[in-house]
């Protein structure tokens, strides 16, 4: 069964940094386009940032040079590496499983979310 | 940017009737690489319909999805006390560049 856990959302002040995680089971990392996209509070959602299963990276404006994500495949984990925090990155984040081959694919499975609040 | 707006912003019906969602696109979605999704609160998004018109795995045969183009289509023929949630469509045809639309809402009339 196909799972994904976020986690390391919580309270940072602005200009602080934070590391997610999200880590996945019933397939591997490494294997698929992931991605990360993230909710406002009572807003839509907004995609983040994607790795494809090739290693290549790219990133929405909103977080560009501020935002890396990476992947552990000996963990079987994806991260998502937060600096110079804003408050309009306040968000819940979502991991995504996208597809195998390439990147015109739904994302198929979710986890369930991990809060982060920017605020002094 | 593919910019996707959503219609109406938020529907009031009652179980049993019938649901129709719009998703209008600012340009054509290539391959009609068009996604909608369900989200309930509290829990994260659940893919429902994908390439404008297929069901995801284990989704109810309700739900269907129409459309091409710049001009999508969610519906739900009877709708259950279930599927009362807020409904996301997004584009996946301009990879990785992914957008969402802002979503509507369906709440109980």
């Known amino acids: 069964e196909v799972q994904l856990v976020e986690s390391g959302g919580g309270l940072v002040q602005p200009g602080g940094s934070l590391r997610l995680s999200c880590a996945a089971s019933?397939?591997?990392?490494?294997?698929?386009?992931m991605s990360w996209v993230r909710q406002a509070p009572g807003e839509g959602l907004t995609w983040v940032s994607i790795i494809y299963s090739g290693g290549r990276t790219f990133y929405a404006d909103s977080v560009k040079g501020r935002f890396t994500i990476s992947r552990d495949s000996s963990k079987n984990t994806l991260y998502l590496q937060m600096n110079r925090l804003r408050a309009d990155d306040t968000a819940v984040y979502y991991c995504a499983r996208g597809g195998e081959y390439t990147g015109y694919d739904p994302f198929d499975y979710w986890g369930q979310g991990t809060l982060v609040t920017v605020s002094s | 940017e593919i910019v996707l707006t959503q219609s109406p912003g938020t529907l009031s019906l009652s179980p049993g009737e019938r649901a129709t969602l719009s998703c209008r696109a600012s340009?054509?979605?290539?391959?009609?690489?068009l996604a909608w999704y369900q989200q309930k609160p509290g829990q994260a998004p659940r893919l429902l319909i994908y390439g404008a018109s297929s069901r995801a795995t284990g989704i109810p045969d309700r739900f269907s999805g129409s459309g091409s183009g710049t001009v999508f289509t969610l519906s739900v023929s009877r709708l259950e006390p279930e599927d009362f949630a807020v409904y996301y469509c997004?584009?996946?045809?301009?990879?990785?560049?992914?957008?969402f639309g802002q979503g509507t809402k369906v709440e109980i009339k």
């Open positions: 019933g397939f591997t990392v490494s294997s698929n386009y």
């Open positions: 340009q054509s979605v290539g391959s009609n690489y």
């Open positions: 997004q584009q996946y045809s301009r990879s990785p560049w992914y957008t």
